[in-house]
C-alpha cells in the first residue's frame, strides 16, 4: 500500500515561510520522481517543484516560474520523505499542496493535501 501523508501547511502572512513534509510508505523517494503540486478552487493544479530518482543518475529539480528563487525541493531518503520549503511566501501561494509519487509507465500517487493559506 502507498501512502503520502503531506504536513506543515498552516495560515502564514505574507512574506513568511512554511516547510511542508511528505512521509511516503510504500514506495522509496529516492528512486520514485516527487513533486509537489498546488491547486486554488477553480484554478488548474500545477506543479510547483519536482525532484527526480536518484537511483539511476542524479536527481535533479525543476521548480514552478512563479516559485523559483522562493521555494525549494528536498529529500530525505533515511526518512523516506520530501521536503518543500517555502520562504516570502505570497498570498499567491495560497492552495492545496499535494505530494506526488511516480514513476514511468506507473500510476502517479497522491497525498491527501495540506492548506497552506498566505494573508496579505
Known amino acids: 500500500q502507498v501512502q503520502l501523508v503531506e504536513s506543515g501547511g498552516g495560515l502564514v502572512q505574507a512574506g513568511g515561510s512554511l516547510r511542508l513534509s511528505c512521509a511516503a510508505s510504500g514506495i522509496a523517494v529516492g528512486i520514485w520522481n516527487m513533486a509537489w503540486y498546488r491547486q486554488t478552487p477553480g484554478k488548474e493544479r500545477v506543479m510547483v517543484a519536482r525532484i527526480t530518482g536518484e537511483d539511476l543518475a542524479p536527481a535533479t529539480t525543476d521548480y514552478l516560474d512563479a516559485v523559483k528563487d522562493r521555494f525549494s525541493i528536498s529529500r530525505d531518503n533515511p526518512n523516506n520523505s520530501i521536503y518543500l520549503q517555502m520562504n516570502n511566501l505570497k498570498p499567491e501561494d495560497t492552495a492545496v499542496y499535494y505530494c506526488?509519487?511516480?514513476?514511468?509507465?506507473?500510476?502517479?500517487?497522491w497525498g491527501q493535501g495540506t492548506q497552506v493559506t498566505v494573508s496579505s
Open positions: 506526488t509519487a511516480s514513476v514511468p509507465y506507473a500510476r502517479a500517487y
